[in-house]
């Protein structure tokens, strides 16, 4: 790492007409952030969860072999060249009951199930009741030195149309993220809403002139262009290019969203497509994952969570031939052919989020990448869909979260809390807690596993 004579603060923003741009972590910034302890440039200070929802074809998931050089299966191979930054988690149990997907989505961070929330009560409303996310944990410590605590995102919208368990508030399947055991939070699927949560003036209430530079399709860039050029003067060879990689990922992100909006605009019915999400799935997939690494690039947040889906999605997926929906594809009675199908909507979520791991492997932070400072988690609330299963979770682990000896399939033993794991996981990114809804302890995965 080159470190320059100038030292620019860590927390730089480019300000401009209706725009907040945050800079991305410079050499220029490394005397400043290494004066921090724990989110210095090369501490692990980063947590992403990526969830998806009605479960796994589970022996196409989990591999053959414990410990290392274990083969990768069907659903997990786009994940083979990151097997140096990987560990694949077996035998963990998520909640019990709190309904057959409500208590499996709300217990994956909290190891709470969604209680008698589902149930309405005396006064005609429904009382919801969770437990407070390791997320939220975590966004309570390493949260409060980010303009956005966490960040929250979805590839659905919380429009449900009644496709939600039985006797229990819809907010139970939309959502992973829980604030307080009475707050859930939630998951933002519009890409124009995040864009203009990282990048919108936040220091202004007046959506006018925001309003005015989309109407004239004005990039948020050619607001700070002037900044920019007189920063670059100032930057090292090194800062430069790394400035202008940059630059040009938020205004290729931005003109996606515009791609985005035009088409929705003209091609699809409002009910059924909002402005600014793309029609196709891969698209909209790949924006949101653009649109969270430029959130951990640029330091707006340490903490995110991403729903593939939401739980008793209907989704279905004609591009890779699976033309049925999501859910009750997942109830496939152990049919071979209805296992295929499910396999194939499985693979291709891995395969989408294999896209968003070799992009964290490839952007700088630091003295390594996002990867390397960011404990990554992919994982499902149920195992075996045709059951519910809350049971032996399929979960991989990235990044340096894997610890020490990645690498391997890890196995615990029978009826271990999956709320160990995320103990440990909150341990190595400096925020130590005792108990975790059912946890009983920290999972020892450095021990298991040879």
């Known amino acids: 790492m080159f470190i320059s004579k100038m030292a620019l603060p860590r927390r ?24 921090l302890t724990k989110s210095s440039a090369s501490g692990l200070r980063r947590f992403s969860v990526v969830y998806v929802p009605n479960g796994i074809a589970m022996r196409a998931w989990t591999p053959a072999k ?38 499996r989505s709300t217990g994956f961070l909290s190891g709470v199930t969604s209680g008698d929330g589902g149930v309405t009560s005396r006064s005609g409303e429904y009382s919801l009741r969770g437990g407070v996310s390791a997320d939220q944990i975590l966004a309570q410590e390493i949260g409060r030195q980010t303009l956005l605590p966490s960040l929250e995102m979805a590839l659905e919208s ?44 936040s220091g202004s209430t007046d959506k006018r002139v925001r309003l005015a530079r989309a109407q004239g399709k004005r990039s948020i860039l050619d607001s700070v262009s002037d900044r920019v050029a007189e920063l670059e003067r100032e930057l090292g060879p090194r800062d430069r290019t790394r400035l202008g990689e940059y630059l040009e990922a938020v ?73 049925d929906a999501h859910h009750p594809t997942s109830h496939h009675r152990d049919e071979p052919e209805m296992l295929e199908k499910l396999q194939k909507i499985n693979t291709f979520h891995v395969e989408l989020f294999s896209e968003y791991v070799e992009k964290l492997k490839n952007t700088a932070d630091g003295d390594g990448s996002l990867l390397d400072h960011m404990a990554l988690v992919y994982g499902a609330g ?29 196995v615990f033993p029978k009826g271990t809390p999956h709320t160990n794991l995320l103990l440990t996981l909150m341990d ?15 999972a020892e995965l450095e021990a298991l596993s040879l």
């Not at 560990?87 to 998520?94: D, E, K, Y």
């Not at 519910?388 to 894997?402: C, E, K, M, R, S």
């Open 12 to 35: 730089t923003f480019l300000r401009g007409l209706g725009a907040t741009l945050a800079l991305p972590l410079l050499d220029a910034m490394v005397p400043a952030a290494t004066a």
């Open 66 to 103: 414990e410990g290392t050089g274990f083969e990768f299966t069907p659903i997990i191979k786009s994940l083979e060249p990151y097997r140096d930054k990987l560990l694949i988690v077996s035998g963990l149990n998520n909640v019990q009951g709190g309904g057959s997907h409500a208590g």
């Open 158 to 201: 919380r429009d449900t149309s009644g496709s939600c368990d039985v006797g229990y508030s819809c907010v139970y399947t939309n959502t992973i993220s829980w604030k307080s055991d009475t707050t859930p939070l939630p998951m933002e699927y519009n890409p124009r809403a995040v864009f203009e949560q990282l990048f919108g003036d």
């Open 251 to 323: 205004r290729d992100v931005e003109r996606r969203i515009e791609i985005a909006e035009q088409q929705s605009a003209t091609e699809l019915p409002a009910l059924d497509q909002p402005a600014g999400v793309p029609a196709v799935y891969a698209d909209h997939a790949r924006l949101m994952f653009d649109l969270n690494i430029l959130a951990h690039r640029t330091d707006m947040t340490r903490v995110s969570t991403f729903m593939m889906a939401r739980e008793i999605s209907g989704r279905t997926y004609p591009e890779i031939g699976v033309p």
């Open 382 to 410: 149920m195992s075996n869909s045709n059951q519910h299963d809350p049971t032996n979770l399929p979960i991989a682990i990235l990044g340096g979260g894997a610890g020490s000896r990645p690498g391997r399939h890890v």
């Open 428 to 442: 190595r990114l400096g925020v130590p807690f005792e108990k975790l809804g059912t946890s009983t302890g920290k």
